[in-house]
Each structure stands twice: as structure tokens, then as C-alpha cells.
């Protein structure tokens, strides 16, 4: 079964910092591109971030919401994708999910997202 | 970045009901257009892919349409089980882009 499994959501203060991952299984994650994708409290979707397979560079992608304090990275020998964000606010305050995509392609599937609560 | 405007916000109709959400992308998108559904508390899943591709699983009474910058999701004959929230996404620039939400309700 195709499956992406996020964890590493809490409760964090502004200005700090929180490290997600994504586990994925049932493919060979090496080959795709891999999303961020987040949805504050009762609000729509957002699209945070991508990050290309290493056919493509690894390169990377940001919504302007959370450049230069987000940072999307990946562990091919490890199956899992990670999401480090620095410099957290309050409007960061969303589940998180990841999610498997491709070049000029959609997200699926998505994970069961994890909530990252950014308050003092 | 291309703004994707879903509508309506909130559709309320009945089980056995024909109905259609639109989303117009700011700018011509090509074929680059998925659809998803959430339901409460889940992760969304992707109905349509490619504006008219039917994810596998997913049953026949959902159909995708439209071209350029207009776009329409259409569910033939409710079920029960479509009440939820219906969000379409646009993947051909970055950012990548999500219309804002349509939540179909029982009447």
C-alpha cells in the first residue's frame, strides 16, 4: 500500500523552531518529487513547499508565506522527507501534511497530517 | 501567482441532487488542474487529476471539465457519502496553488 505517514507536530513557541518528517512506504521514493502542504485551524488549503528527486537535483520550491524560514530536505536511504521551520508565528499554526507529487503533477496521496501549534 | 476562485463557497442540496462547483484560474493553467474531497478531521484525497482524469477508486458519478481558465467539478447523483469539502488546485506554475473551499451540505 502507497502510504506517506507525517510526525513530529506540538506546541511551540514564536520564534522557535519545530522539525517535521514524513515516512513513506509502498513506492520507490526516490523517484518522486514530494509535497508540503498545510490548513490552519477551520481554513482552506495551502501549499507550502516541494522538493525535486535527485534526477532533478533535489531542487526545491517555497510559497512566499514561509521562504528563507522554511527548509524542505530528504533522506532517499531512508524513505522520508522532512520539513524544518525556524522562526515559527502564530499564522503558522496548521496541520501539516506531506504528500507524493511529480513533475506538473498533483498530490497523492497525503498523509494524515500533523498539527503544529505555534503559542506563548 | 495564479489565484484559483472557487464557487460557491457553500452548496447545500439532497442526496440523488445534480450539482457543480467552478473554479476559474487567474491565468490559463492547460490540462494542470486536480480536484480534492475532505471530509472532517481527514486528509484530503484527489478525485480528478489532468481536469477530466478520474482517480482510480473513485466512483463514475464524478466528472471533470473545462479548459483554459474555467473549470467544473460535477457530481452526477449525490450520495451520502459526498458531503464534505470539495477544494480545486492548480499545478501548472509555482506556487502551486488551491482554490479556496467549497463545503457541501445536506439540505
Known amino acids: 500500500e502507497v502510504q506517506v505517514v507525517e510526525s513530529g507536530g506540538g506546541l511551540v513557541q514564536p520564534g522557535g523552531s519545530l522539525r517535521l518528517s514524513c515516512a513513506a512506504s509502498?513506492?520507490?521514493?526516490?523517484?518522486?518529487?514530494m509535497d508540503w502542504v498545510r490548513q490552519a485551524p477551520g481554513k482552506g488549503l495551502e501549499w507550502v513547499g516541494r522538493i525535486r528527486n535527485k534526477a532533478n537535483s533535489y531542487t526545491t520550491e517555497y510559497a512566499a508565506s514561509v521562504k528563507g524560514r522554511f527548509s524542505i530536505s530528504r533522506d532517499d536511504s531512508k524513505n522520508s522527507l522532512y520539513l524544518q521551520m525556524n522562526s515559527l508565528k502564530t499564522e503558522d499554526t496548521a496541520v501539516y501534511y506531506c504528500?507524493?507529487?511529480?513533475?506538473?503533477?498533483?498530490?497523492?496521496?497525503w498523509g494524515q497530517g500533523t498539527l503544529v501549534t505555534v503559542s506563548s | 501567482d495564479i489565484q484559483m476562485t472557487q464557487s460557491p463557497s457553500t452548496l447545500s442540496a439532497s442526496v440523488g441532487d445534480r450539482v457543480t462547483i467552478t473554479c476559474r484560474a487567474s491565468q490559463t493553467i492547460s490540462s494542470r488542474l486536480a480536484w480534492y474531497q475532505q471530509k472532517p478531521g481527514k486528509a484530503p484525497t484527489v478525485l480528478i487529476y489532468e481536469v477530466s482524469s478520474l482517480q482510480s477508486g473513485v466512483p463514475s458519478r464524478f466528472s471533470g471539465s473545462g479548459s483554459g481558465t474555467e473549470f467544473t467539478l460535477t457530481i452526477s447523483s449525490l450520495q451520502p457519502d459526498d458531503f464534505a469539502s470539495y477544494y480545486c488546485q492548480q499545478y501548472n506554475s509555482y506556487p502551486l496553488t488551491f482554490g479556496q473551499g467549497t463545503r457541501l451540505e445536506i439540505k
Open positions: 504528500a507524493r507529487s511529480g513533475s506538473y503533477s498533483w498530490c497523492d496521496p
Open positions: 509502498g513506492f520507490t521514493f526516490s523517484d518522486y518529487y
